[in-house]
C-alpha cells in the first residue's frame, strides 16, 4: 500500500535552534517527493522538489534529503524563526499509468517559541 | 502577488443547499486542481482538469462536480453539502502534467455546513 508518514507529529523548539523533520514513504514507484510549508489557513508553499537522482536540495534555511535505497526523507531548518512556525508536509509522486498520483503525509506541525 | 485566487475565503451554507466555490489563476497554467482538507488531515485530491479534459478521482463523490469555462477559472460546484463536507478546499495549479511540476496553491476556501 502507498503511503507517506511523517513524524514527529508535533513539535516545539526554542527561536534560533535547528530542528529536523522526517518522511518515510513506501509510494512505487517513485517520481519524485516534495515538501510544503503550510501556515494556519493559507495554502501549502513549495519548499523543494527532489527527483530519484538527488539527494539533498536547499532552499535558504530549509534543507531536504533524500535516501531513494530506504525510502526516507527529511527536512532540516537551521536558526528556526518564529516565522517557521507551520505544518510541514511531505508529498511522494507517483506517476501511474492514468496520471500523477500524490500521496500526502499528514504533516509536522512546528511551533517555535521565542 | 496572489497568483491563484480563490473566493470566498469563508463559506457558509446550509445543510443541503448547493454552494459553488471558485478559483482563478493568473499563471496560465493547464492544469488545475481541486483538493479537500479537513482540520488536522492531509490534502486529498478530488479532482483536476489538465486544460479542458477533466479528471475526477475514482473515491470522490458524485455529490461534487466541477466546471472550467476557461483557462482561468475553475468552479467547485457542491450539489448537496452535508456535514461531513465542512472542510477546507484548495485549488491549486501547475503549469503541465509532467511528475516534476511544481504546484501553486491558493489560500483556499473555508466551507462550514449549518
Known amino acids: 500500500k502507498n503511503q507517506v508518514e511523517q513524524s514527529p507529529q508535533s513539535l516545539i523548539i526554542l527561536e534560533g535552534k535547528n530542528c529536523t523533520l522526517q518522511c518515510n514513504y513506501t509510494v512505487s514507484p517513485f517520481s519524485n517527493l516534495r515538501w510544503y510549508k503550510q501556515d494556519t489557513g493559507r495554502g501549502p508553499v513549495s519548499l523543494t522538489i527532489m527527483t530519484f537522482s538527488e539527494n539533498t536540495k536547499s532552499n535558504g534555511r530549509y534543507t531536504a534529503t533524500l535516501d531513494a535505497d530506504t525510502k526516507q526523507s527529511s527536512l532540516h531548518i537551521t536558526a528556526s524563526q518564529l516565522s517557521d512556525s507551520a505544518s510541514y508536509i511531505c508529498?511522494?509522486?507517483?506517476?501511474?499509468?492514468?496520471?500523477?498520483?500524490?500521496?500526502f503525509g499528514t504533516g509536522t506541525s512546528l511551533t517555535v517559541i521565542p | 502577488d496572489a497568483m491563484v485566487i480563490q473566493n470566498p475565503r469563508y463559506q457558509v451554507t446550509q445543510f443541503g443547499k448547493p454552494v459553488t466555490l471558485s478559483c482563478s489563476q493568473t499563471l496560465n497554467h493547464n492544469v488545475m486542481y481541486w483538493y479537500q482538507q479537513k482540520s488536522s488531515q492531509a490534502p486529498k485530491l478530488l479532482f483536476h482538469?489538465?486544460?479542458?479534459?477533466?479528471?475526477n478521482e475514482a473515491d470522490t463523490p458524485d455529490n461534487f462536480q466541477s466546471r472550467r469555462p476557461n483557462t482561468s477559472f475553475c468552479f467547485l460546484d457542491i450539489r448537496s453539502p452535508g456535514l461531513g463536507d465542512a472542510a477546507m478546499y484548495l485549488c491549486a495549479t501547475s503549469r503541465d502534467r509532467g511528475e516534476n511540476q511544481p504546484q501553486h496553491f491558493g489560500d483556499g476556501t473555508r466551507l462550514s455546513i449549518l
Open positions: 482538469y489538465y486544460d479542458k479534459d477533466f479528471n
Open positions: 508529498v511522494v509522486t507517483n506517476k501511474g499509468a492514468t496520471g500523477n498520483q500524490f500521496y
